[in-house]
């Protein structure tokens, strides 16, 4: 039987910046128990595109791509999810980059490949009045966030000097919970006791419910559908989130690989959400009249979209657990609450989770003592709180065309483009700079 300090189960990325801080800042033995084989990894610079703004679900994953492809080749399913081939995109928060830099997880090398940066921001409402522009220099800062790969990002932290063990391919057979531990055993055999356990494997985890913890789901009966895309103009760092009739589109530049051809300036990763119903008809479109379709809910605030890559989709819904701790347990990242990507806000809430639970245990001789996660949860309580109810809201409000609420938005969005106070508190949020954060 091995004996650490914590043991942490999940391997995505939320696991491995988690493995990196407990043991490199905190200064605690720390095992991550990883289910992904590491020798189905592949090379960080292989930037195929499927996309999404958080890791909210396991999207079905996808390979490269030309605009002449079927489009509905790319729904598979995702059986083998692996992290180190995950092909999504998420948007770190600049909070989020300052605080993964200062981990020591450099993003400078990512942000080189992807040209990523986030500086302007424009959210608009089709067919109404509604709009509001952003730029990182009103703020007195450089950029609202960085758009990376996520199997980029996870390459670059597993391949950094680990001081914690990784175990893969593993995954837990049972728990047990004593007074001072929780014994672990895995499906090879061994057994970890740990003082900790962090349960970061995921929105679909059920070992949150095997500690004693409840999970409630909302399905908001929409899909996401993600890719990346060319367009013909230049991004010149500017996202955009365009609410439509049947959903939210989000485009944030990143330059991907499409057909052979590297954007260079003019790419985009999407997110096209839409009712269940509509998905299924949309993934069946030729590249060509998907590309139609897309142009016409989009604009042509980018000149003509060129190529996109393959899609994928994912149902969204939002899950979350009732309580972030129990007995020598806790629940971090995606296994805590999983959000719908409309404000890109899900990997960023599960990064603070990290920080916070890190700073809560330097220089703590137990861990998983009642009052060390007592203390953790607190903190994490207003943020946890705020990020999960803003994101619903906002979810119910431009997912609906019901004509008061329409107005209303539009309203909003043009107060929101006026009022310098409004807007440095919507940038503070976003951001993750916010009170409650």
């Keep these: 039987m091995s004996h650490q300090d914590v043991v942490i189960v999940g391997g995505g990325i939320v696991g491995c910046v988690l493995a990196k801080g407990l043991s490199e800042q905190a200064g605690l033995s720390v095992t991550l128990v990883d289910a992904a084989s590491p020798s189905n990894a592949v090379s960080s610079s292989d930037k195929t595109s ?6 909210s679900s396991k999207a079905t994953s996808t390979s490269k791509a030309t605009s002449s492809s079927k489009a509905n080749s790319s729904s598979k399913a995702n059986s083998t999810f692996n992290p180190l081939t995950d092909t999504r995109v998420i948007a770190l928060a600049r909070r989020t980059v ?44 450089n950029t609202f966030g960085q758009v990376v790969s996520l199997s980029a990002l996870t390459h670059n932290v597993m391949s950094q000097s680990k001081q914690y063990q990784h175990i893969a391919p593993a995954t837990v057979t049972s728990l047990a919970r004593e007074t001072d531990s ?44 993600i890719f990346n895309a060319h367009t013909s103009e230049p991004h010149h760092n500017k996202a955009y989130e365009r609410f439509t009739k049947n959903g ?26 839409v009712a269940k119903e509509h998905a299924e008809s ?39 657990t009732d309580a972030l701790t129990s007995h020598r347990a806790v629940v971090v990242g995606n296994a805590a609450q999983a959000l719908h990507p ?35 949860a607190t903190k994490r309580s207003k943020d946890r709180a705020a990020t999960i109810t803003l994101t619903d809201l906002l979810v119910r409000t431009f997912s609906n065309r019901h004509f008061p609420l329409v107005a209303a938005r539009n309203l909003a969005l043009t107060a929101l483009n006026v009022m310098p106070s409004a807007k440095r508190a919507f940038v503070q949020q976003t951001t993750g700079y916010g009170r409650s954060a």
């Design 98 to 141: 300052n605080e993964l830099n200062a981990m020591g997880v450099g993003l400078a090398v990512l942000a080189k490949q992807s040209q990523g940066k986030i500086e302007h921001i424009e959210v608009s409402d089709k067919g109404g009045i509604g709009l509001t522009n952003l730029s990182c220099s009103e703020f007195g800062i």
């Design 342 to 376: 409309i404000a890109g806000q899900g990997f960023n809430l599960g990064l603070r989770d990290i920080i916070t639970l890190v700073n809560t245990l330097k220089g703590v001789s137990d861990p998983g003592e009642f009052n060390v996660l007592n203390e953790y």
């Design 282 to 320: 949309l993934m069946q479109l030729s590249p060509g009249a998907f590309i139609h379709r897309l142009q016409q809910e989009f604009g042509y605030r980018q000149g003509q979209i060129t190529a996109i890559s393959e899609l994928a989709s994912y149902p969204l819904a939002l899950s979350y």
């Design 182 to 225: 929780t014994v672990v055993t895995l499906d090879n055999g061994s057994t970890i006791n740990a003082k900790l356990l962090v349960i970061a494997d995921g929105g679909r985890s059920s070992l949150a419910q095997q500690v004693g913890l409840t999970r409630h789901t909302n399905d908001y009966q929409q899909m996401a559908i």
């Design 50 to 55: 499927s996309t999404d703004v958080t890791s």
């Design 248 to 273: 939210p589109v989000a485009f944030l530049p990143f330059d991907s690989e499409i057909n052979g051809h590297v954007a260079k300036g003019k790419g985009f990763s999407v997110v096209w959400t």
